[in-house]
């Protein structure tokens, strides 16, 4: 999955929407087929699915090379994959085996791949942030244009940790970007019951950084944003706070009954604000790219799919040796 | 006579990614509700009854409150209008500014306080009819609503509500520019642009270099935005009643250059091809060109080659002069 930094919007090429467009239905197919998966109880442990969320990690990742780095949130999966991280091994860590990213031992809330940039899915809720400030602090002292990414939910804006960070990146000037993917709802609890007002956004005003809101629904608009605040914050500008309204199509976890949701609530959304219907139907009007190009990703995505999952239950289980390995750190 | 006034205050309005591109300022929310409150003693001087608000979020109805409850001394003797906040369900979205205007209008309120940027406006105007508007600006970087204390404003607003103020010379038909494309119809309030741009993105037309043409519906010399370029080449006045239409050109292959404050902080050089004046009503076709439409400097409307559109100068919302009635209700008061 390439990661290369992508020209900023007015200079998008077909290879370019290409690219997005596969990221955004690779994270798709994943989650979807997991959804299927998960249901036949061979999956251990619980998982959280990013499906409709697509864009924004798509739309920020793009503008990030390897060593940049990204700390992502319990619902990791599409942060990983637009970062780079094997679709295979993602696909073996989840089915807790030997053969996957973490040998099998961090399943899906704790995906990681430190050689991708991508400092793991996290079990704790507004534990990202903490983390991009060291990136950021780390980068400014070493003098590497260096930045760091990190994903919260509107849940975890409420944390401590997410507002902590919100101050110790400002006062540093570092290169942090916080998104904040606000799909409305903390857990089961609708984000008009756990937060004092619509936008996170504004938070920032009070750590002295600009907080703008952006459609998470629309990859271009989340693209070029996250591009002008990770472009200003690589060149000493200082940290952005990028919230992106959004909705998930599944529930917190897999088997969340999602009674606090209204009947028809994410088919509207599904038939009417689609990312990924979104951008098929505005690169292909504009020209910037044919049904056929796109049926093509789609086979391929699928059949990666296909042999990721049958690979994945194949694969080995950790023994008890392996009980011991990757335990500590020598540095 | 006993008046009802709408209040619309944009809680969203101000978070665009002119914050990360230019100088542009952010607005406190709390001020907006303050900026009501102000506003609201203004109406009630004036003998207003009553005020239907869109329910504000993101704490400007908070701050609002607080100061409606908190009045003491003077504060508390003066006459307010009783606050009704419409039961409207909040979706975050503009959505909520139409379900507003629209009860606004089923309940025939006098005048409609606006506070908000051009966005904002636009939005009130496309479904507000004949209701006067107070256009009141929370931002920097707008040019139909004005930067005005709010006390005065809503005096004024609140005279032409009761019929205290001769509608006559207070309230003014602004002019709006239509545009119309593949069965769609939409009106600007300030300017219409021709961009490049492929995608509407994040909404703010921010890259000057993108922009092939523009239509300014008025340009003052002092304004900024856009249609501070027309306010250079051949200001139009506030309902003189024609548009200017100016073709743009890279600055090395220009007729000539001008340097134009674009955005809060950002002044930049534009190269003008040509420019010329247009009669209200008068049907201009667009250049068949793929790239974005932005009305008042937000990208709305994706289109390709084969998409025809056409712009034209036609009557808009009814504004309140704020000076024209201070000055005409003060001298019929001396």
Known sequence: ?331 | MPATVGVIANPASGRDIRRLVAGASVFDNAEKGSMVFRAMAGLGEAGVERVLMMPAADGVGAALERQLSGRRGALAEAPFPVLEVLGQASTGTAQDTVAAVREMVARDVAAIVVLGGDGTHRLVAAHCGDIPLLALSTGTNNAFPEMREATVAGLAAGLVATGAAPADGTVVREHGLEVSTNGRRELALVDVAVSTERFVGSRALWKAGSVSELFVAFAGPSAIGLSAIAGILDPVARGEGEALHVRLAPPGEAARTVRVPLAPGLIAPVGVRDHRRIAAGETVALPAAAGCLALDGEREIEHSEADAATVRLVPGPRRIDVDAVMRLTRAAAT
């Open chain 1, 1 to 331: 999955m390439s990661t290369a930094a992508a020209p900023g919007t007015g200079e998008l090429t077909k290879e370019d929407m290409l690219e997005h467009y596969r990221v955004m239905r690779t994270i798709r197919e994943f989650e979807e087929r997991l959804h299927r998966e998960f249901a036949t109880g061979e999956i251990p442990g619980f998982v959280h699915l990013y499906a409709g969320e697509e864009a924004i990690a798509a739309g920020v990742c793009a503008h990030l090379g390897p060593d940049d780095y990204v700390a992502s949130t319990h619902r990791g999966h599409g942060h990983a994959i637009a970062k780079g991280c094997g679709v295979k091994a993602m696909m073996a860590e989840i089915y807790g085996k030997k053969t996957g990213l973490c040998h099998g031992k961090g399943g899906s809330m704790h995906i990681a791949d430190l050689d991708k940039g991508m400092l793991g899915a996290n079990g704790i809720v507004g534990g990202g942030p903490p983390l991009v400030c060291g990136v950021g602090l780390s980068a400014k002292v070493r003098g590497t244009d260096q930045v760091g990414v990190s994903f919260t939910g509107d849940g975890g804006s409420n944390q401590g940790t997410f507002l902590e960070s919100l101050n110790l990146a400002s006062v540093w000037d570092a290169p942090c970007v916080f998104v904040v993917e606000n799909n409305g709802y903390a857990e089961a609890t609708s984000s008009t019951y756990h937060q004092k007002g619509v936008d996170v956004a504004k938070r920032a005003d009070g750590f002295g950084m600009p907080g703008i809101v952006v459609d998470g629904h629309d990859f271009f608009a989340v693209h070029e944003a996250a591009g002008e605040a990770i472009r200003r914050a690589r060149s000493g500008g200082g940290p952005t706070l990028l919230e992106c309204k959004v909705n998930r199509y599944f529930g917190h976890f897999e088997g969340d009954q999602q009674t606090y949701r209204a009947p028809d609530e994410v088919e509207s959304i599904r038939a009417t604000r689609d990312c990924l219907d979104q951008f098929v139907k505005r690169v292909t009007s504009a020209g910037l790219a044919e049904q056929p190009d796109l049926d093509k990703i789609d086979a391929e995505v699928a059949e990666l799919l296909d042999s990721a999952v049958a690979e994945a239950k194949a694969g080995p289980d950790p023994t008890g040796e392996d009980l011991l390995t990757d335990v500590y750190v020598r540095y």
